[in-house]
Structures are given as C-alpha cells and as structure tokens.
C-alpha cells in the first residue's frame, strides 16, 4: 500500500497540474500530419539531436523500429542506434527513414 501511495506521489511531483501526459506519436497517423510535424522541426531550425528524437517519435507512432526496419532494410539495432540520444545517422540513413514515412524532402528559398 505504501508503494502505491509512494508511485501517487511521485507522479504528483513530475505533474503537478495533473495533466495527461502528452505523446505527439498519437498524433501522427497518416504521411500528410508527420510531413507536418517534421515541417515544424525544420521552420524551428532543428538541431542534429532534435531531428534524431523527431525520427524516433514517428517511427514509434508508425509502428515500431521492427517495421521500420523491414521497410528501410535497415537492421532494427542499427534504426536504434542512429536514432539514439547520440546517435549520428548518415543523411542515406535519413532519406530511407523518411521515405519509409511515406514522406520526402523539399527544399524552399531562405527568405531574411
């Protein structure tokens, strides 16, 4: 009993407002919202580490690094590598993830 009060309490403190944790992978089900949501990285300016956690969240909202890997013919330990914290996928790495998303990469004039 004191285990259970001890887990209440200590999500109390990680959320204190109470609000339901918010996952963005249940919000990227078809091609259209994850060019979307990596369209957002990009604007931002994304940095190497976030564009590795963005591949991640979707490869988590599409199904999982095991899909992924049948559909990139990458080894699922090699995904998770150059999709880790420190990983540093190749930019044929991240081509084969993105496509497997159903989406591709365009390029726009910089405006200043």
Do not use: C, W
């Amino acid at each position: 009993m004191a285990k259970a009060k001890a887990t209440k309490t200590n999500a109390k403190a990680k959320n204190p407002l109470g609000l339901a944790p918010y996952d963005p992978a249940d919000y990227l089900r078809t091609p259209k919202e994850v060019a979307m949501y990596l369209e957002a990285f990009f604007e931002d300016g994304v940095d190497h580490e976030s564009l590795v956690h963005a591949l991640g969240v979707i490869a988590r909202a599409r199904g999982g690094m095991s899909k992924l890997a049948k559909e990139t013919g990458i080894s699922r330990q090699g995904l998770y590598k150059a999709i880790a914290k420190d990983g540093n996928p190749s930019f044929e790495t991240v081509m084969k993830i993105i496509g497997a998303f159903g989406v591709r990469l365009s390029a726009q004039a910089a405006t200043s």
